[in-house]
């Protein structure tokens, strides 16, 4: 059965360091976003693309994150510098393109910053 | 904007006992409702999904919710709970069309003692 594939699963850093997350959706699906939830929260969407290109950034800290999906199938995360407040789970989901396509879920990646 | 409630944050049970978690979502135009579930150190996966029709709609492991518009609600309900039904649950809202965004709730800890 095809997956999201997530990489790492964990992630130990400090402060003001830069990490980068990896995400390889479902092949074939064109739509993918990175969620990011807070201990305790549901997931909040930071990103969509449709192929290569952003959607919705719109809650995407755009001082310290980046998203890209150059090819228009995997995707890197990135926080630089990473903040305490951004210990959370990064999950990544793809979906076929449509209204209401189910999005499919990656592992996620868990981020401590110490 | 859209906002969904999840009125309870924790839920314990005794297995093979009914069940029922609530959702109270809010919108002022027409929404797609989902419920999600997350075991621990995974990612999400669609239990049920509300886009139109019949207003009860049947999910996989047994689960099933009812849509009800008067009162904006979707609560998750099953008969008979397990103790591998132990999870953390998410209601989530979509506004009706395309490239709109999943906003969740807060999740609510369904817990299965023996």
């Known amino acids: 059965e095809a997956e999201v594939a997530q990489s790492p699963r964990y992630k130990i850093t400090e402060k003001s360091q830069a990490v980068a997350f990896w995400c390889d959706p479902i092949s074939g699906h064109a739509t993918l976003y990175w969620y990011r939830q807070i201990l305790g929260q549901g997931p909040e969407l930071l990103v969509q693309?449709?192929?290569?290109?952003?959607?919705?950034d719109s809650q995407l800290p755009k001082d310290r994150f980046s998203a890209e999906r150059l090819k228009g199938v995997d995707s890197t995360l990135k926080i630089q510098p990473a903040e305490l407040g951004d210990s959370a789970m990064y999950l990544c989901?793809?979906?076929?393109?449509?209204?209401?396509?189910?999005?499919?879920f990656g592992p996620g990646t868990r981020l401590t910053v110490l | 904007a859209q906002s969904v409630t999840q009125l309870d944050s924790q839920v314990p049970v005794f297995e093979e006992a009914p069940v029922e978690l609530r959702c109270n979502y809010s919108s002022s135009v027409s929404v797609y409702l989902f419920w999600y579930v997350q075991y621990p150190n995974q990612g999400l996966q669609l239990l049920l999904k509300?886009?139109?029709?019949?207003?009860l709609v049947k999910g996989i492991n047994g689960f099933e919710a009812e849509f009800n518009k008067s009162q904006t609600s979707f609560h998750l309900r099953k008969p008979s709970v397990h103790i591998s039904d132990t999870a953390e649950y998410f209601c989530?809202?979509?506004?009706?069309?395309?490239?709109?965004?999943?906003?969740f709730g807060k999740g609510t800890l369904l817990t299965v003692n023996p």
């Open positions: 509300y886009l139109s029709g019949s207003t």
């Open positions: 989901a793809s979906s076929t393109s449509g209204t209401n396509n189910e999005q499919f």
């Open positions: 693309f449709q192929d290569e290109s952003v959607v919705d």
């Open positions: 989530a809202v979509k506004r009706g069309g395309s490239n709109y965004k999943l906003t």
